[in-house]
């Protein structure tokens, strides 16, 4: 039974590229959450989407970042032009249903800006 | 604000002695409070759920507890394999599912 899937695991980007991450949820989950760690800081929380739609995306930075949970394929995280404060550590996270149900994260997608 | 605090920041024990790290928190009308632990350069692994007070999950060698105002991770007898920053989050009131996070507690177990 596959946890959730994150891809890549690293992600090397030089300033104003683009960046996408790849989060697959575990089977049976229709729930994903995303968050970010920057180094030496905690777990940030940035966006939680269901199928086809953003439930919540109070933690996302306006501009440059957007999120999708498409009907089909896996949830992705966009940064464009990215810079060197976007680099850190991304997680996804999956539940099945409810909002108080566990999320079981993946193994973590981390992004150098050079 | 809704706040979550975790103590102490670092832990270092020997091998078999027992301790605690702590995890209190602000927020008002909890929801669920989860644990988790992660190793280096890894995703968290989920550890407990609590959602009420006085509730209590056991495995192996961790015992969580949860209060009204603060949840315990009791490490007994840990072994080098515990060495981990254990995490607590709390399910933030009138969200859709969003975790806020403590700080962590890195833990060191020595033979």
């Known amino acids: 039974n596959a946890g959730v899937m994150q891809n890549p695991r690293h992600l090397v980007r030089r300033r104003g590229q683009e960046a996408r991450l790849r989060c697959s949820p575990m089977?049976?989950?229709?729930?994903v959450y995303w968050y970010r760690q920057l180094p030496e800081e905690g777990l940030k929380f940035m966006v939680y989407?269901?199928?086809?739609?953003?439930?919540?995306e109070s933690g996302m930075p306006k501009e440059r970042f957007s999120a999708e949970f498409p009907k089909e394929g896996p949830s992705i995280l966009r940064i464009q032009q990215v810079v060197r404060g976007d680099s850190a550590a991304y997680f996804c996270a999956s539940s099945p249903g409810t909002a108080e149900d566990t999320q079981y994260f993946g193994p973590g997608t981390r992004l150098t800006v050079l | 604000e809704d706040q979550v605090t975790q103590s102490p920041e670092a832990l270092r024990l020997q091998e078999g002695e027992s301790s605690s790290l702590n995890c209190s928190y602000t927020v008002s009308g909890l929801r669920g409070l989860f644990w988790y632990r992660q190793d280096p350069g890894k995703g968290p692994e989920f550890l407990f759920t609590l959602y009420s007070a006085g509730e209590e999950k056991e495995k192996e060698r961790l015992k969580a507890t949860l209060t009204k105002k603060e949840s315990f991770l009791h490490i007994t007898a840990p072994k080098p394999e515990d060495s981990a920053t254990y995490l607590c989050?709390?399910?933030?009131?009138?969200?859709?599912?969003?975790?806020?996070f403590g700080a962590g507690t890195q833990v060191v177990v020595t033979p």
């Open positions: 989407l269901q199928k086809e739609n953003i439930i919540d």
């Open positions: 089977k049976g989950h229709s729930h």
């Open positions: 989050a709390v399910l933030l009131p009138d969200s859709w599912g969003k975790l806020q």
